[in-house]
């Protein structure tokens, strides 16, 4: 079991005048530390479970491009990334390039999205949840093709796309691992088995019957259940003094006995870095075995 760096929250003591310091302070250590992962929230504005809209948000393809050039180790990725800010051609291009300039560390977490607050606001485009859904998977069929060889003509009900042309192609091959979020288990669910090589679920009481809808999924369309990374996005919360752990632990523990391969998550006061230090120090060690 791997352990992944969530940074949804971008307002720091020192403000917007130290926080490219900070971020970089943030990512070093948790690569130091034995993190896996390194995400970004795709939102324009801070959301409600964080804080008020109000916060410091940033983009996150730009910041993503930023930690590439802090870092050395760590895979990058937006979790997850909103499937209608950005049309398929150029999510595919903007993924290719942190795949390209952090030498093979880029991964495409992409979802269906659903702050319509923050769209409305700023005008970005959000459809109802059908069309929402067929999106995302024209968006997962045009970024799979153009990191293929096929440059063929791409015809889809809400995308046209003349010529699939990706140069230069991404570092890691076939293409950037990609994480679908989400439990639906009717569509994402599906689109999980179909198309990617991750699926992020949450922890909640359900998640063992969410595994047993993806491997239904798998054996439906003939995949290899086992192929499919599991990830959890929860809490990761060492306590100030490492207190906390223990408890973790057994939190991770039942996960891995699930089959979670990777346990993702944010963490209290994490620009103070000690949390991060806490967990490299006494949890990344002991779960690296399980």
Not at 64 to 83: H, P, Q
Not at 162 to 169: D, M
Not at 185 to 194: G, N, P, S
């Amino acid at each position: 079991m791997r352990l992944g760096l969530h940074v949804p929250n971008f307002t720091y003591a020192g403000g917007p005048q130290t926080l490219a310091r900070d971020l970089t302070r943030i990512a070093e250590t948790a690569e130091e530390q034995g993190f896996a992962r390194l995400s970004v929230m795709d939102h324009v504005w801070q959301i409600g479970v964080v804080g008020p809209p109000e916060l410091d948000m940033l983009e996150a393809y730009t910041a993503l491009g930023y930690l590439a050039a802090r870092t050395s180790e760590i895979e990058l990725l937006a979790w997850v990334t909103a499937v209608v800010y950005r049309e398929p051609g150029l999510l595919a291009k903007a993924v290719t390039t942190l795949d390209v300039l952090s030498e093979g560390r880029a991964m495409l977490g992409i979802g269906a999205a659903w702050n319509e607050e923050e769209s409305l606001g700023l005008g970005l485009p959000f459809p109802s949840t059908k069309e929402r859904f067929e999106r995302l998977e024209e968006a997962l069929q045009i970024c799979l093709q153009m990191w293929s060889d096929d440059e063929s003509p791409y015809q889809g009900k809400h995308y046209t796309l003349a010529r699939t042309l990706n140069s230069p192609q991404s570092l890691r091959r076939p293409h950037p691992p990609i994480l679908i979020g989400g439990a639906g288990e009717k569509k994402t669910l599906r689109m999980v088995a179909q198309y990617a090589q991750a699926c992020n679920l949450f922890d909640t009481p359900e998640l063992e019957h969410k595994l047993e809808v993806l491997r239904g999924h798998c054996d439906a369309v003939g995949r290899n259940y086992d192929d499919i990374e599991k990830t959890v996005m929860t809490g990761l919360d060492p306590g100030p003094d490492g207190e906390k752990i223990d408890a973790l632990l057994g939190k991770l523990r039942r996960f891995a006995d699930l089959g979670i391969q990777q346990v993702h998550g944010s963490l209290p006061e994490v620009a103070t870095l000690r949390p991060l230090e806490l967990l490299g120090r006494r949890v990344v060690p002991e779960i690296s075995a399980w």
